[in-house]
């Protein structure tokens, strides 16, 4: 069993930054993929970026690229969101979520765990 646990969402002004961690846990966490989702009210949850267990490769919507980016923590079990020149419509509650496995991915269904999400807000 792998537990997630997502803080450093809050509330900022339209084109300000915010960096959001997500710690996992369990007695086996080892090649996990880890991915970053969001869902705003009333939408379906969507893809922001994956990244894989060794951090070599990573993949973004295209609505983020070039403003969020994703990282591992060199212990490889924390994973970071930064996310710069934030938009009113980045507003959603961000997800960790974990997979099992080398690749990295970026389809909702695919991944094993999920952490119970932090709210980031962006005033206009």
């Known amino acids: 069993q792998v537990q997630l646990v997502e803080s450093g969402g809050g509330l900022v002004q339209a084109g300000g930054s915010l960096r959001l961690s997500c710690a996992a846990s369990?007695?086996?966490?080892?090649?996990?993929?880890m991915g970053w989702f969001r869902q705003a009210p009333e939408k379906e949850r969507e893809f922001v970026a994956t990244?894989?267990?060794?951090?070599?490769?990573?993949y973004y919507a295209d609505s983020v690229k070039g403003r969020f980016t994703i990282s591992r923590g060199d212990a490889k079990n924390t994973v970071y969101l930064q996310m710069n020149s934030l938009k009113p419509e980045d507003t959603a509650v961000y997800y960790c979520?974990?997979?099992?496995?080398?690749?990295?991915?970026?389809?909702?269904?695919?991944?094993?765990?999920w952490g119970q999400g932090t709210q980031v807000t962006v005033s206009s």
């Open positions: 979520a974990a997979k099992s496995g080398g690749s990295y991915y970026y389809t909702r269904l695919e991944y094993d765990y």
């Open positions: 369990g007695r086996t966490f080892s090649n996990y993929a």
């Open positions: 990244i894989t267990w060794s951090g070599s490769r990573t």
